[in-house]
């Protein structure tokens, strides 16, 4: 009789705390805004490899193929920056951008 009470106990916890669990993994505003943001930038990066495929495809010499190599650098350099600058930021955190 024990056994069947601590039992039932136990699986009352274990329903009680995956509950919980699965409230707390519910995704949120927050949520929504980051998704919105790399989807975005997802969409960025896709239209920029179009330009630079249509570039490379529009090339009728080597000359030409360099400068849409040098375009499609120069946009990787900026991104690369971007990233470095969010991610010194983000380590920094809130008490940076406070002062």
Request: glycine share 6%; hydrophobic share 40%.
């Given at each position: 009789m024990?056994?069947?009470s601590v039992a039932?106990?136990?699986?009352?916890?274990?329903?009680?705390?995956g509950?919980?669990?699965?409230?707390l993994?519910?995704?949120?505003?927050?949520?929504?805004?980051?998704?919105?943001?790399v989807l975005s930038d997802i969409d960025q990066r896709?239209?920029?490899?179009?330009?630079?495929?249509?570039?490379?495809?529009g090339a009728s010499d080597q000359d030409a193929m360099k400068k849409c190599h040098e375009a499609m650098k120069a946009?990787?350099?900026?991104?690369r920056q971007k990233h470095a600058e969010m991610?010194?930021?983000r380590?920094?955190?809130p008490e940076a951008a406070k002062k």
């Amino acid at each position: 009789m024990q056994v069947a009470s601590v039992a039932r106990s136990l699986m009352s916890l274990v329903v009680v705390v995956g509950f919980s669990g699965a409230v707390l993994a519910a995704p949120g505003p927050k949520f929504e805004e980051r998704k919105s943001k790399v989807l975005s930038d997802i969409d960025q990066r896709i239209a920029k490899m179009q330009e630079h495929r249509a570039c490379v495809a529009g090339a009728s010499d080597q000359d030409a193929m360099k400068k849409c190599h040098e375009a499609m650098k120069a946009f990787h350099d900026a991104e690369r920056q971007k990233h470095a600058e969010m991610e010194k930021a983000r380590k920094e955190g809130p008490e940076a951008a406070k002062k």
